[in-house]
């Protein structure tokens, strides 16, 4: 059995970095150097400056490559780096069609450092199709998704929007960074680039800030290593292997989160101060048929929305488990409020429009028990059941 044939789970762990062909050693080695000794200039070896080529940055680029069905990878300082470096690939008077709800940190990268080189821009609710090809330009040069969407979850169709791009000579860029790979691999359905906030469940502990990026074709992946060169925003040699070492227990983690995230996104359902529970896992969320046919599971994030601000800020006060703070991810339950964290980039008025209002939270499930988690939300809606009035029959589909 070759490599090739291994399921994502064995991958993992079975791939050619599963140990170093020197030594044997069962750990990718660290090279902390930032220059390399060259024997001959005329004929100068594969490696000269760190920032051009290392050799624990180049397992971890080939690993996410392989992972993702790619023909190229790249690690970055942080997901925004990757999506940063990624648009260096527009030009002046190019336009990006993107997601309405996108990640907060994209917003600002498009809205307010794309614009002052001359490069406009389009939000657009990708859940609606004909909403996206309508949004299509003549100077469109890339469309980008992020599905499920942050904060509200929505999915986007990658194949079909691929289908449109194409038409129109448009990349498609995909941030993967809610599913990973091991629930979703965008370039299957012809998306041209991958992205991911590697900082959240791919390195999964909390300990290391990380951006990576995968390729479909050669030509492309050429472009992207030169910007990465130019750019420099490279992952360190030691986050590198960081990065590595979460990959290996990626599956086991997300198994465990998504299945825990199944059972509180139930629940949320049920409480009566509960409006809404957003959750590609309900048979009811809008696009929850085209995720079954481009994911292998719902994941482990969620949001739910309380009646407001004040709402939120008593529930957050009174539960114990989930860590109250920016990110998503990892081993611990983080509990992030979007309009003052992931999305504060965004004005009042352009949060309301997409939904992401002040009593909107958004739950990243870790590896908590999951009845520990249920108890402990408890705790958090009966301090505040006594200043609102619960609506009867709990959340909305």
Known sequence: MTTNSYTFQTKLLHNDHKFDKSTGAVSVPIQQASTFHQLDFDQPGKYDYSRSGNPTREALEETIADL???????????GMAAIATSFMLLSQNDHVLISEDVYGGTYRMIHDVLCRFGISHTFVDMTDLNK??????????VIYIETPSNPLLKVTDIQAVVKLAKANQCLTFVDNTFMTPALQRPLDFGADIVLHSATKFIAGHSDVVAGLAAVKNEKLGENLAFLQNSFGSILSAHDSWLVLRGLKTLHCRLEQSSRSAFRLAHALLKEPLVEEVYYPGFSFHQGHSTHLYQAAGPGAVLSFRLPDENAVRLFTKN?????YAV?????????SYPARMSHASMSAAERNKRGITDGLLRLSVGLENAEDLLQDFKQGFAAITNLYAPKAGGAKG
């Not at 996206?132 to 040069?141: D, R, Y």
């Open 132 to 141: 996206v090809a309508n949004g299509i330009q003549s100077n469109t040069k």
């Open 68 to 78: 993702e069905g790619g023909v190229r990878g790249f690690a970055f300082a942080s």
């Open 327 to 335: 990110s998503l991810g990892a081993v611990e339950s983080i509990l």
């Open 319 to 323: 539960v114990q488990l989930p860590v």
